[in-house]
């Protein structure tokens, strides 16, 4: 079964914490992903990765890094969390982009910065 | 990329088939049409996707019209574990990000 794994389901942080949110994936894809789901607003994409050490910014890059070190594994980062970042953050993947593949998911994880 | 545009929220009668709407008028030759669910708490979910054929699979199909300015999903026969929101995207072949809406909101009653 194909996965995509979020180290975290749930999460409390402090304003101004350095946060990171891991993905893992064991698909061997190359493209990695990066958004956060607001009610009301959808999701929306703040990075994505095409391969080993490239990232390109999606549309709410503000306030976040990412790092791809490895291929299966993808990391976001909150330099210094805020209260306007609680959101759920849910990661995804895909294999290289022909049009004709889907995206996978994992499950998603809530963060909360108060 | 094309946007898309969903009805926010549909009901279905359980058993019956559930036929999702979306409106995708500025769509390019190269654009596939994708659809996802999310069940509450839960990552999204791909269904089913294409380009301008009709589509169908285990789970669902896709109609998408002659100018492929709008396409539905069916769900022939729909059960209370559909009850999810589904979203429509486009996607130009060989772009690497997929650009959600807010989708429609699928409500299957008993």
């Known amino acids: 079964d194909v996965k995509v794994t979020q180290s975290s389901r749930y999460l409390v942080k402090r304003t101004g914490e350095k946060v990171f949110l891991e993905c893992v994936q064991d698909?061997?894809?190359?493209?990695m992903f990066w958004y956060r789901q607001d009610p009301g607003l959808g999701l929306r994409l703040i990075y994505f990765s095409y391969d080993v050490k490239m990232k390109e910014k999606g549309d709410i890059p503000e306030g976040y890094s990412v790092s791809r070190e490895k291929k299966e594994r993808f990391s976001l980062i909150l330099e210094s969390a805020s209260t306007n970042q609680t959101s759920m953050y849910l990661c995804?993947?895909?294999?290289?982009?022909?049009?004709?593949?889907?995206?996978?998911f994992g499950q998603g994880t809530r963060l909360t910065v108060v | 990329d094309a946007k898309t545009t969903q009805p926010p929220s549909m009901d279905c009668a359980e058993g019956r088939a559930a036929n999702l709407p979306c409106n995708h008028s500025?769509?390019?030759?190269?654009?596939?049409v994708y659809w996802y669910r999310q069940i509450h708490s839960q990552g999204p979910q791909y269904i089913i996707h294409?380009?301008?054929n009709n589509e169908t699979n285990e789970m669902a199909s896709l109609i998408i019209t002659e100018d492929r300015k709008s396409s539905t999903l069916i769900l022939p026969h729909a059960t209370l574990r559909d009850t999810a929101v589904y979203y429509c995207?486009?996607?130009?072949?060989?772009?690497?990000?997929?650009?959600f809406g807010t989708g429609t909101r699928l409500t299957v009653i008993p």
């Open positions: 294409g380009l301008k």
């Open positions: 500025t769509i390019s030759g190269n654009e596939y």
């Open positions: 698909m061997d894809h190359e493209n």
């Open positions: 995207i486009v996607r130009e072949g060989g772009a690497n990000n997929l650009f």
């Open positions: 995804a993947s895909s294999s290289d982009w022909t049009g004709n593949t889907e995206a996978f």
